[in-house]
């Protein structure tokens, strides 16, 4: 079991991990060792994921999450697989625990009538510099 937080743990049975491999250092044992993994787990078709925290999952514009609802998680930070399977839960966790929270509903304010003022006192202001930094032609 993954654990997410006290409300939700992801069964193994719903994980689906890849071994491919990775590039980058390692020398010539690195074209032989599969350390990179890559970790699927289907949103969309989830018993483990309550039905908000599901939606937000798949709202979210997350170029790892597919058109089949399925996230797409790589990972091939480390040389071995062991650390890099840790390291790909993690940030599945990671990504869960940041759809838990729902987001601020956001308030519709007006600026105040000083603001208003202040804005179009520095555009005078701003006006008037400008308009001393040209030549009159007129008297030419």
Request: proline fraction near 4%; charged fraction near 35%; aromatic fraction near 2%.
């Amino acid at each position: 079991m993954l654990i997410v937080s006290p409300s939700i743990a992801i069964a193994e049975t719903e994980l689906v991990e890849r071994f491919l491999r990775a590039d980058g250092p390692g020398g010539q044992h690195v074209n032989r060792t599969e350390s990179a993994v890559e970790l699927r787990f289907d949103v969309l078709n989830s018993p483990s994921l309550p039905e908000e925290v599901r939606a937000r999952l798949l709202a979210r514009s997350d170029r790892r999450l597919t058109s089949e609802g399925v996230l797409v998680i790589q990972a091939r930070r480390f040389r071995d697989q062991a650390r890099n399977r840790d390291d790909v839960r993690e940030r599945l966790v990671e990504v869960i625990r940041a759809a838990l929270v729902a987001p601020k509903k956001r308030v519709a304010t007006k600026p105040s009538r000083a603001s208003k003022e202040r804005r179009l006192v520095g555009k005078q202001q701003r006006g008037k510099i400008k308009q001393t930094r040209s030549r009159d032609w007129s008297h030419e």
